[in-house]
């Protein structure tokens, strides 16, 4: 038997996280700007390569017809295109209109729309080969509405492959003991609004996810926990990067005028994960693919 010996900070992490997965409302959109978008499209190699092992393991194949939900700059999206070749179809949605802007200017040959999971009604039924959600899952906030739109759209043997940040593994990564360490402090304590807080917008656990599957008339087919490294040359690049990776929303859990006081002592806990090569930041992620019966 493993015994977990927790830290006063990782107990507190445990209530802040546990708070914020059942209370926080649909994640705001409202904050994305073409900054935030071309920092995202800049910063992104990890969700960049994490997507393209997620491809392969979907075994997509030349001729091809592929939705990418939550396609973000398109940088995935054109990987897939030249996967799939001349002969494959691509397209792309997203909820973000800045994103799906620089996507377009990327891929001209790949059709982006603004567009959400919950709602594929542009998409005939059993029109797609294919549909990938790379690092998008966990944003989603209606997730069994989703899956029963990606099912209707998805033609028989077709396959869903999406990676996410199942919930039990959350607490687990860098970032969550940066953010601990760091709200631990007294000056936080009683002034951080938690229902605000969006680093995800709904991390369900992995037999939660299974059973949502299964539940929209989808088999799995295969189900990896990785680690994913994140090397940052600064800090200061991190905080870019959760400021972009979450719309904007990275500090809105933090009244205003504590703003500065928290990027400072947030560089400050990022230092303990210095190495000679820059800041590695862990997370441990899902990678699951799965199929629709028939074909």
């Known amino acids: 038997m493993v015994r977990l010996k927790l830290a006063p900070n990782d107990w507190l992490l445990l209530d802040i996280f546990g708070h914020i997965w059942h209370s926080l409302p649909m994640t705001s959109y409202e904050h994305d700007s073409s900054k935030l978008a071309k920092d995202y499209d800049r910063l992104s190699d990890t969700q960049f390569q994490s997507g393209r092992g997620l491809v392969e393991r979907m075994g997509l194949q030349a001729g091809a017809i592929v939705l990418d939900v939550g396609c973000g700059t398109g940088r995935l999206a054109a990987w897939i295109a030249e996967r799939v070749g001349p002969s494959g179809q691509v397209v792309g949605i997203d909820p973000l209109a800045e994103r799906i802007a620089l996507a377009r200017e990327r891929v001209p040959g790949v059709r982006f729309h603004i567009g959400y999971a919950e709602d594929l009604g542009p998409f005939a039924d059993s029109s797609f080969d294919g549909v990938c959600m790379s690092s998008v899952f966990h944003w989603v906030p209606e997730q069994p509405k989703a899956l029963a739109e990606i099912a209707r759209v998805l033609r028989p ?9 199942p919930k039990e593994l959350h607490a687990a990564s860098t970032m969550s003991r940066v953010l601990g360490s760091v709200f631990a402090q007294p000056v936080y304590r ?30 799995l087919v295969e189900l990896h926990a990785m680690e994913r490294v994140r090397r940052m040359t600064s800090a200061r690049e991190l905080v870019d990067f959760m400021e972009a990776s979450s719309f904007g929303n990275f500090f809105c859990a933090i009244p205003e005028d504590l703003h500065d006081a928290f990027r400072a002592d947030f560089e400050r806990a990022v230092l303990a994960h210095q190495d000679p090569e820059g800041f590695a930041m862990r997370d441990y992620g899902a990678m699951i693919v799965a199929r629709k019966p028939g074909g």
Request: charged residues 20%; hydrophobic residues 45%.
């Open 157 to 165: 043997g077709g396959k869903l492959g999406f990676t996410t940040l």
């Open 190 to 219: 009683g002034k951080l609004r938690l229902e605000k807080f969006a680093l995800a917008h709904q991390c369900s656990t992995v037999t939660e996810i299974i059973t949502m599957l299964l539940a929209a008339g989808l088999d």
